[in-house]
């Protein structure tokens, strides 16, 4: 998944492009670039750069007339390793994700 791969290579500018962030929070706030950035270094610092990642379960449901696809990745950090469920909508021809409950 290039949106990993990204986050793996600490590029958080590619893998904000990967996002539909109009529909996203962190702590209450709109999901900006600059934010998504922070958060990301953030979780390096602290957790350590992801070392691996893998899809763990994926599944699909429609709300409100459109079809979604969730995956729920397993990621791997120096010190941590954790579940993130992602939220997919294809947009103009093209899979964003439009919820994230984790970097």
């Known amino acids: 998944m290039n949106y990993y791969t990204a986050i793996k290579n600490q590029d958080y500018n590619t893998a904000f492009t990967y996002l539909d962030a109009s529909g996203i929070t962190v702590g209450g706030q709109k999901l900006t670039q600059s934010l998504y950035s922070k958060t990301g270094q953030s979780f390096d610092t602290q957790e ?3 070392k691996a990642f893998a899809i763990a379960k994926t599944s699909t449901f429609s709300k409100n007339g459109g079809s979604f696809v969730q995956i729920t990745m397993s990621v791997k950090r120096k010190t941590s390793a954790y579940s ?20």
């Not at 993130?84 to 970097?103: F, T, Y």
Request: net charge neutral.
């Open 84 to 103: 993130v469920i992602l939220v997919l909508q294809q947009e103009s021809g093209a899979w964003k994700i439009v919820g994230i409950d984790n970097i």
């Open 48 to 50: 350590g750069k992801v």
